[in-house]
Structure formats: structure tokens, C-alpha cells
């Protein structure tokens, strides 16, 4: 049986533990802290439906491909409240029809509703709004849906090591032939062997590559998220235009959730919120939903996001799309390296991955994550 060596326990991680202990290897799963301690367990939890990233039709189909899996495969880790896009100003409005016609060609089902309809459904929204539009939005909590792909490798075999960091690795022969690792609760050091690693670390994938002499186009870019105490609507509320800072709101459990800023780092680990983001969402927020400027905020988190990209000066002009990297170009033959990509499309890449080592290893085994049901998130403890 070919061993894996997988780094990073957020959800690609572990979609990518589960996807190749499902194909047959022997898998073992490394993470430096808690399950979803990095950029995983602080995103908003939104559901995408693709529609707000219509502007790339193949990733808006993409991201709404996955979204109807997830829903068929753990139909209890979403709340599947829908979403709404609408429309404050002129500018707003006049993006509607793009908006459409995009949605249309990535096979995404939206409905144009009234202003009165909209305010029906959501009575928080702001009164003025021009237009609004329905779309196949969800909700999810992040550390529910880590857990269970977790849960899911663990029940095919994987051995699943948390606060187990990575502290570099032996390489030779043109491979990796081991990773170095420090037990951050035995405080020991040991070395682990694998046919094959996988770099699954996201924001932090150059800084792991790098300790193997690799390098990885990444991007850290971090983005705020404000929570309130207090949750004002039922589907999530985004903003009718392109992608923007402080334009959606996500409700699940007791809050709702204002996000995001964009911005790009060289070190992930060296992140603050600053003072005038939150500010900035608050302020953009109450536009869509005047009962945010009267909310008590709860809290303020940062998650920084791995996109692909060699320059850019926000973040936004980065692909969301996700690239696996061979670093067989750069004589090591049994490394890869896996970063941008969302949330949802974790499953997605974790199969793209699994076909990769498939074909190095020589195993004909397909994916079947898109089919089997996941393992209910309480299992990964029981």
C-alpha cells in the first residue's frame, strides 16, 4: 500500500485525506494545531451558489456544481436558506442585467423578485433597495464540515495527527524521502516516511514548500470579518455588483456575519485587523441592512485566503480558482503542492489532487467522494 504524507488539517486537507484513503493509499494527516485552526475554520460560512463570481462562468459553474454535492452528500451540515442579491445604487442596478445573462450561462437558476417581495422575505434589508434577486445560497458551520471529511478518512484508515507540526524535511534522490515533525503535546520529534507528500497548507504552502527548498506562487491575502451579536436575516444578503469589500452578510446560528476586506501579505502568520476595515464593513453593511449601524459587534477575525497570483496589490485581481503544482520541475518528484480554490470547492480539488498521485503512483482507482455519503462531523471523536 503507498503512503501519503498529508500537510494541513483544514477542509482541503482534508477532502484530500479522504478522497486518497478512499482510492486505497495509506494516508496519514498532519496539522500544526486544532482541526481548522488556519484559514478554514474563519471563513463566513457561505454556501457559494457561484453567483459571485459570474464574471468567470466556468468558476461560478464550478463553485455551483460543488455546492448541489455538498447538499446531496451531507444534506445535514447546510442550511440551505438561500440568498439574496440586491440592489442599493444606480451603480447596483445598472450591473443587473451582466448579472443575468451570467448567471443564465453558468446554469445557476436565480429569480428576479420585487422590491416588495424581497422585503417580505428579509424585512431587514434596506427599504430603498432598487432590485433584488434570489439565488441558491447556503450556509454551513466550517468546523462541522472539516470534522466530517476528517471522519470520513479516519473511517477508511487515515490517521489523522493534530498539533503535529511540520518542521522540515529529508530530501534526496531527486524526492522527499521524509518529513520532519514536532508532537506539540508529547513534545516529541520524529521523522515520517511516504511515497508521496501533499502540501495542503493553503496560505502557508510557500512557507512549508520552502523548508524543502521548493517554492509555491501563493498569495496570503487576508481578509476581516466582522460578527454580530445578533442575527438579522435568514438568507445570506449580497450586494448586486462585482466582487467588493463589506458586500455580503452571512446568517447561521445566533449571528450574521459581514464580510470581507482584501488585501495581500508575505507572511500569513503576521496578520492584524485593521481599525479602518471594520469600520469599513460596518459602514457597508448598514447600506444593505440599516440595523447593522444599531448591532453590538461580537467579534473581529481575520482569515487569509491562498490565492494564485505574482502581483497584485489587493487581492481581488487574483484568480479564485485553484492550481496544483508538481514540483517535479524543480527536481522533486513526489511533492505537491495545492492552493487557491474556496471552501466549497475543497471536494473538487481534493479529487484533482487524488487523480495526481493516482497517475505518479500508478493506481487507476477513481474518485468516489462526489458519490458516497459523508460520515456525520460527531464521529471523528467517537
Known sequence: MRRVVVIGG??????????????GFRVTLLERGSAGSGTSGRTHGLLHSGCRYVADVEVARECYSENQILRRIAPYLFEKNGGLFVAITEDDLRYKEFFLEKCEEAGIPVREVSREEALRLEPNLNPQLK??????????????????????????????????????????????????????????????????????????????????????????????????????GNMVFNRLNKPGDGDIIVHHR????????????????????????????????????????????????????PLIGQAAQTGREISRSFAIIDHSSEGVSNFFSIIGGKFITARLMAEKMGDVVCEHAGVTAPSRTAELPLVPYWHFYG
Open 10 to 23: 483544514g477542509v482541503t486537507g482534508a477532502a484530500i485525506a479522504y478522497d486518497l484513503s478512499l482510492r
Open 131 to 232: 432590485a433584488a434577486v434570489v439565488v441558491p445560497d447556503g450556509t454551513f458551520d466550517p468546523l462541522k464540515v472539516i470534522l466530517s471529511f476528517l471522519a470520513s478518512a479516519k473511517k477508511y484508515g487515515a490517521d489523522i495527527r493534530l498539533y503535529n507540526e511540520v518542521r522540515g524535511f529529508r530530501v534526496g534522490g531527486g524526492e522527499v524521502k521524509a518529513v520532519k515533525v514536532l508532537d506539540k503535546v508529547s513534545l516529541r520529534e520524529y521523522e515520517l516516511e511516504a511515497d508521496f507528500f501533499v502540501n495542503a497548507t493553503g496560505a502557508w504552502a510557500n512557507k512549508v514548500a520552502s523548508l524543502a527548498g521548493l517554492h509555491v506562487p501563493v498569495k496570503p491575502s487576508p481578509g476581516v470579518m466582522v460578527a454580530l451579536d445578533g442575527r438579522i
Open 254 to 305: 445566533g449571528t450574521s456575519v459581514i464580510g470581507t476586506t482584501s488585501w495581500v501579505v508575505s507572511d500569513p502568520d503576521e496578520v492584524t485587523a485593521p481599525k479602518e476595515h471594520v469600520e469599513l464593513l460596518l459602514r457597508r453593511g448598514a447600506e444593505m441592512a440599516p440595523i447593522v449601524s444599531r448591532m453590538r459587534v461580537k467579534a473581529v477575525y481575520v482569515s487569509s485566503r
